[in-house]
């Protein structure tokens, strides 16, 4: 059993935990588990044989038990059993109909139904009226949305990272292309497509039914599928004609906007040839959101980024220290990395004090010595206050090679209060950039009410950057902010906020942000070399 099969039933388990309204503690430490498994350099199933697996971050005495019962039987019981009662394409379905999941539970077994098709056949004979519960309107809702199962109901978006780990893992399953919102990178994912070149569709509709992240399939036609997940999120497939990949492939990837005024679309094996037959330049997928048919700008790839300037470790919040963050930053191939942790005012978690910085700074001295060339800059996520002065004192904030500066409690201000913390911050002479700037949660917490304008106004004044926050649920400057800021001439970073080593992986959705914002490689000033980053103090 090989790491991802031992995630997937992980995610599994921890996916039907949130069903049943388990402890949700639990469901999220299965789900961190499923990650670490995922991400793990070394075969899991030996570690756990060996009985090393709580090596593993954050695999405790309860998840260790679970794996050993997976790699010595090949399946987790408490799973199968959850498995067995919840029936997941039937909740699935039901989340897809609008249902919660206890819902579509106690409806399937009001019904005596165990599957998605079953629950149809009984809709369609009539019987969803004889459950207790359910009335005239409940069932003509049901009815009405059995009946256009093939129009995705709008639901919201799933963060993107976990939109690639399910369109990826599908894709790579069938040998097929990500495609959809997620091919564009869009922050939060509704459209999930996969394309596949298949002389005969009827092999891979049949492969995709089958997947483990496919719960039921709400529609199929000859050369198209659609499928939904336990949690109700839909996934298209397209099994294209092999000569005409490359046409499903564009009119899978972009927005219908984009598609519309490219159309009518050529027969092409590959996008290439699509765009070739077009005359028109390539186009990057993360650029295929609005109506576009020029030559596209040299957009920042990640191979152009020398360090990361935001992360955090075990001084505040972040899981490593600052040896083990500087070595991995080396390992991604980076000349630099800055060591922000948090200061006292953030709250929630542990900040550094004037003193704390000083000493941290002996600890910094000591991984530069061991990993030189690279180096760990000393840096800081000062907090702003919310009278706009930052939470450290000058004279310390002077001795740092990189300062951010973030608004963390008090997010709720009105805007004119808002912009003149923010712009009082940014004109502290040791402030390098400005993390997070609009605050959002994706899908949690709408942008605080912060006067863009007036930031990159000063900003452009002040020589501070702006920064793309790589951490999923922000992706903070968006993309469109990004190209905002970028059109008034101010420069963005991009960063992970890497609270782990994982973390650092986060790059490529900053990268990808950035990239919708239409940045290039000059833009973005953590693709400069050590010494440019040093001489702009
Ligand atoms: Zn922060
Ligand atoms: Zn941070």
């Known amino acids: 059993m090989d790491n991802s099969e ?227 999120v839909p996934v298209e497939l397209v099994a294209a004609e092999p000569d005409r990949f490359g046409t499903a492939l564009v009119r899978a990837t972009g927005s219908p906007g984009y598609v519309a005024a490219l159309e009518p679309l050529p027969d092409a094996p590959d996008e290439e040839a699509v765009y070739r037959a077009l005359e028109l330049p390539w186009c990057p997928p993360e650029l295929r959101e609005e109506p576009f048919r020029g030559e596209p700008p040299a957009l920042v790839t990640p191979d152009a980024i020398r360090g990361d300037l935001h992360c955090h470790t075990t001084w505040s919040d972040g899981r490593a220290s600052v040896e083990e963050m500087g070595r991995a930053a080396r390992e991604r191939g980076y000349d630099y990395l800055a060591i922000c942790d948090h200061t006292p005012a953030v709250g929630a978690v542990r900040g550094l004090t004037a003193d704390d910085i000083r000493r941290q700074a002996d600890e910094i001295a000591a991984a530069n010595e061991v990993l030189a060339p690279f180096r760990v800059l000393r840096g800081s996520e000062c907090d702003i206050l ?35 913390r923010v712009e009082d911050a940014l004109r502290n002479p040791y402030v390098r950039c400005l993390s997070h700037p609009k605050g959002r949660y994706i899908n949690r917490r709408p942008e605080n009410a912060l006067d863009l304008e007036r930031v990159f106004e000063v900003a452009l004044e002040e020589r501070v950057a702006l920064e793309v926050n790589g951490l999923p649920d922000r992706l903070d400057l968006s993309g469109e902010h990004v190209r905002e800021a970028l059109r008034a001439g101010v420069q963005i970073v991009c960063s992970t906020d890497a609270h782990s080593v994982r973390g650092l992986g986060n790059m490529a959705l900053s990268v990808a942000t950035a990239r919708r914002g239409w940045a290039t490689a000059k833009d973005v000033v953590n693709t400069r070399p050590l010494g440019s980053i040093l001489a702009a103090r």
């Open 386 to 420: 919310p009278d706009g002065r930052l939470d450290l004192p000058d004279d310390v904030l002077s001795e740092l090679d990189w300062v951010q500066a973030s608004v963390h409690g008090g997010q709720r201000m009105p805007r004119r209060e808002m912009t003149k």
């Open 6 to 232: 031992i995630a997937d039933r992980l995610d599994a388990l921890s996916t039907l935990l949130e069903l049943v309204d388990a402890n949700p503690y639990t469901a999220r430490a299965y789900r961190r588990a499923a990650e670490t498994v995922r991400g793990a350099a070394v075969p899991v199933a030996e570690l756990v044989r060996s009985g090393r697996a709580r090596e593993l971050r954050g695999i405790g005495p309860g998840i260790e038990a679970r794996l050993r019962e997976l790699v010595e039987t090949g399946e987790i019981a408490e799973l199968a059993e959850l498995e067995r009662e919840l029936a997941p394409d039937l909740v699935g379905l039901g989340r897809y109909l609008g249902l919660g999941a206890k819902r579509s539970v106690d409806l399937a077994r009001a019904l005596g139904v165990r599957t998605a098709e079953e629950l149809r056949e009984a809709a369609a004979a009539g019987r969803l009226r004889t459950v207790p519960g359910i009335g005239p309107k409940t069932e003509a809702r049901l009815l009405e949305a059995l009946a256009r199962e093939a129009e995705p109901r709008s639901q919201q978006g799933l963060l993107l990272n976990r939109a690639w780990e399910l369109v990826g893992g599908v894709a790579s399953a069938l040998d097929g292309e990500p495609a959809g919102d997620v091919r564009r990178w869009r922050d939060s994912c509704e459209w999930l497509a996969v394309v596949c070149a298949a002389p005969d569709p009827d092999v891979v509709l049949a492969r995709f039914a089958a997947l483990p992240q496919i719960v039921a399939v709400v529609e199929q036609e000859e050369r198209r599928s659609l499928g939904v997940t336990v949690e109700g």
